[in-house]
Each structure stands twice: as C-alpha cells, then as structure tokens.
C-alpha cells in the first residue's frame, strides 16, 4: 500500500524571508522532498526574496547546507538536489521599501499558480500584502500563506485579519497551523467519521471524559524572547490543543470541504464555557543542578511566563454537556508524548457483581510518537474461579498495521504547502476561527494578571507540576 502521488499545477513559490530560521528548517526542506517524490512539474520555481545581499548561487549554497541537516536522507542524492536547487532563485528584496520588488515581478510566469509565503514576523504581514498589491503581483490564482503567532490576543489577531482582508480575500489566505498537516492528526477525522464503531457512542452519555496531552522535552532555548512573550498558552494552547479539541468534539462535518470542516470547528469554539480559574495550573520548569530553569534559560529570574498548562473545558452543547475535557503541555517534560484519551463511562450495571471490579473502555489515539490506536477492552480473568475481570489493550501500531512501504510519510509541512498549491483550504485556519480560539483564551491570561498569577515550579524532566495531578484526582479522575 504505497500512497499515490498526484502532481500539482505549475506553480510560482515566493518565500519571503528565504534566508531564515523556518524557511531552512521546516519549508524548503519540505518543497525538497516532494520534488523528491516527483509531485513538482517541470516549470515550478521558488523564488526566496529577503534582505541579505545574496546571489543565486550562494542561496543554493545556503540551500543545500540547510538540506543536508533538516532532509538528510535524500539529499545525497546528487541528481535530486542539482535538480532541486537549479529551481531554486533569490532577490535581495526589502519588505519596507522599493527594492526589489521590480526584479522579484521579473521573475514571476503569467498565468499559474502563485503562492506568496510569509517566512517573517507578523509586524510585515502588512508592507508585505500592500506591496503585493502596489506592485500587481496578486492574480487571481495567488495565494498567501501565513505562519502562527497570528496575533498576541483577539485585538491583534483582528487586525491582522482587517490588514489582510483589505488586500486578499479569504479563500486567499492560508493560516498554518502545522498540527493540521500532522497524518497522525488528519487520522482524528478518519478514525471519527470513517467507521461506524465510534460516533454512536461519542457523546456526554457514554464518555466520562477526554484529555489532550501535547508533553515536550524541548525548551526555549533559542527562542527565549518569542516564548518569554508568549508562553505556553499562547504558544500551544490558543492554536495546537485548540485544533485537536476541535477535531474530536465537532459534529459531523455534511462533506470533507474547507468550509464544512471549518464550520463545525468555529461552532466547537464558541461553545467553550470561560474557565474557571482553579480548574487551570500553569507550571514553569524550576532550575536544575546545572542552572538551566526556565528562568535562567531567558535571563529574567522574575519571569512569571508559564512553560506548562493543564486545564479543564468544558463545551456547553446538547452532544458534551457534563463531559470535562482535560488539556495539558509543556516543556522540558521527561518524554515527547502527544495523546488523546477517550475515556469511556463504566457499564450501567454489573452482572458480575462486586468481586469483578469496576472497568470501563478507553480509547488512547497517540499523534506521536509511535503513532497509533489503543482500545482498552474488558475481558475475563483467565484461570480464576468465579467471574473476575481485566483490562487488556487491543492494540494497533500504524508502523505495522501500513506496513514497511508507509515508514515515511509526508511531514505536516509537506502536506500543508502542496494544499496550498492545490487550493485546498480544509487544513487551514479561518480567520474567525482564529479570533474565537482568543477570544477564549483572553480572559484566562487577564486573570492571571489581574490577579499576579506566578505559575507553579515543576523539575525538568518530570511530568510537570503536582497541582496539575491533582486538578483530575479533585475529580476522582486520573491522567
Ligand atoms: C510550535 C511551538 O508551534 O510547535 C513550539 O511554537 C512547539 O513551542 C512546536 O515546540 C511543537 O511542534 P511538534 O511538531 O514538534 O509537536
């Protein structure tokens, strides 16, 4: 079972800030992989434009390094990347000026596919749209593509959206939210709406409760002024969690359309009931022997920016009233482990009496790593007299289920860019979705201020801080 690749339309992929961070880790990696897998036409181009004066050449260099250690396995092959790079051009290009912009129109082939990727802080979100205009880049074919953090809270992320809007239309605009191009995460939709098995029993009358966990063992390190603004909530929870929340309580979608799909989430949103504040911890990984807490790693010892969150939500429609759902992330946590738990409400009565215990299903789907299904099941005690019960998992690994050929699938990056050559906006953000995911978590974060919240010391390596086991055992409940 070897996935099919359809190649996309001609396209024109300019890469504002081309020279940075994501474009060389995360972008053109990606762009180079599914040129690996044969999906470019002959005639696409990317076009890198950024303000370091670079010629072509030592762009392809720059490249080709980047390759090296972000797409290792294939970029030794020799062809691949002499084909690669030769499609590759640069611009020395100012998004606050003039310069430029003639010589980057030059470059860009009428009538195809034009995708214009926002590499860079949102405070050039603006000059860039305008100049796009000003210069007559935009046709009806253009895309623009933007990254996360799309706004700091609801005020700002409306003017993005208002900054934008004045020179795109929506159907225009790709919000990345790299959870979404996850395989493991479209799978949500797939194991929700493609069996029978599941949705029946996907309501507030069979699940006792769901959690979201998304732990890192990664820190800050070397984006300390980023995170030491943003923080765990606005950093995870506002964009990541928020779409897996989504994407397991929304209602059925009518089709698998951008607009269905993004309905259903929006609806999810808004049914979010505020938090109470003493069902949120917020954690913030404490100094280890070697100096290195969170504090130290930004070089504020007064910093109250929290590493960690764990909260409870609720969402107040007919299908989830009285079904908690428990979030939790963070960093620097003792294993890399993103899972969603399904927990399932014991049967409504025991015919085996007392003696056998209490037991329920749970369904754990892990997103990654060793990605794959578990579904807690109930059965005999084999050998005992008399009925007793156990809990045994039925356990599906995708690596073996999809066997040695599948090993390999596209990162979200890859999937998520091709969509956009493609049109299809399923997997992005809407702009009102974006404003209701703050306009949720604005209040939480005025609450810590309000009150000079300081978030609880947890030790690196760890599972994260007390409090957040016992927000669940409050609840007679476990992580
Ligand atoms: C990013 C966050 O959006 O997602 C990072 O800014 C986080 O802080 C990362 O580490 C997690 O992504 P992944 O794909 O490694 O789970």
Do not use: D, K, R
């Given at each position: 079972m070897v996935s099919r690749v359809i190649p996309v339309d001609p396209f024109d992929l300019v890469i504002f800030g081309g020279t940075g961070d994501l474009a060389q880790r995360k972008i053109l990696p990606a762009l180079f992989r599914r040129f690996c897998a044969g999906q470019?036409?002959?005639s696409a181009r990317i076009i890198a434009a950024a303000r370091s004066e670079l010629s072509t050449d030592a762009f392809r260099k720059l490249v080709a390094e980047s390759l090296r250690s972000y797409a290792p396995r294939r970029s030794g092959e020799v062809e691949n990347l002499q084909g690669f790079l030769q499609r590759l051009d640069y611009v020395q290009l100012d998004a606050l000026s003039t310069g430029g912009w003639d010589e980057l129109a030059g470059k860009l082939t009428p009538d195809r596919v034009r995708a214009f990727y926002f590499?860079?802080?949102?405070?050039l979100f603006a000059p860039l749209a305008e100049r796009i205009r000003a210069h007559a880049l935009a046709t009806k074919d253009t895309r623009i593509v933007v990254e996360k953090p799309f706004g700091h809270d609801l005020e700002s992320a409306r003017d993005l959206n208002a900054t934008l809007a004045a020179h795109f239309y929506e159907g225009q605009i790709y919000r990345i939210d790299h959870y979404l191009g996850k395989e493991t995460v479209q799978n949500l939709m797939a194991v929700r709406f493609g069996n029978m098995l599941f949705e029946p029993l996907w309501n507030s009358q069979y699940v006792d409760h769901i959690q979201i966990t998304v732990a890192e063992t990664v820190g800050v390190k070397g984006r300390e002024d980023y995170y030491e603004r943003a923080g765990a909530m606005r950093d995870m929870v506002q964009n990541h969690l928020m779409q897996l929340l989504c994407l397991i309580a929304m209602e059925p979608p009518a089709k698998f359309d951008p607009d269905a799909v993004r309905d259903e989430k929006l609806k999810v949103i808004r049914a979010l009931d505020p938090v109470e504040p003493h069902h949120i911890v917020r954690g913030q990984f404490a100094a280890e022997a070697d100096g290195s807490g969170y504090r130290e790693v930004v070089g504020n010892p007064r910093s109250t920016t929290e590493s960690y969150v764990a909260l409870k939500a609720h969402i107040s429609n007919w299908r989830w009233a009285g079904t908690p759902f428990y979030l939790r992330t963070g960093k620097q946590l003792v294993a890399r482990s993103s899972v969603i738990n399904v927990q399932f409400k014991d049967a409504p009565h025991s015919i085996f009496g007392e003696a056998a215990g209490r037991h329920a299903n749970a369904l754990s789907i892990r997103l990654q790593p060793n990605e794959g299904i578990t579904l807690k099941v109930t059965i005999k005690e084999p050998g005992q007299g008399g009925m007793r019960l156990i809990d045994v998992p039925l356990d599906m690994s995708f690596a073996e289920a999809l066997g040695p050929e599948n090993q390999d699938p596209p990162d979200a990056y890859e999937r998520l860019i091709m969509d956009v050559i493609r049109g299809n906006q399923t997997l992005f953000m809407r702009g009102d979705e974006v404003e209701a995911a703050w306009a949720w978590t604005d209040p939480i974060i005025a609450g810590w201020q309000a009150r000079g919240d300081v978030p609880k010391p947890y030790d690196?390596?760890?599972?994260?801080?007390g409090d957040a086991e016992l927000l669940m055992k409050r609840d007679g409940r476990h992580w």
């Open positions: 470019w036409p002959e590499s860079v802080g949102p405070s690196s390596g760890s599972t994260g801080p």
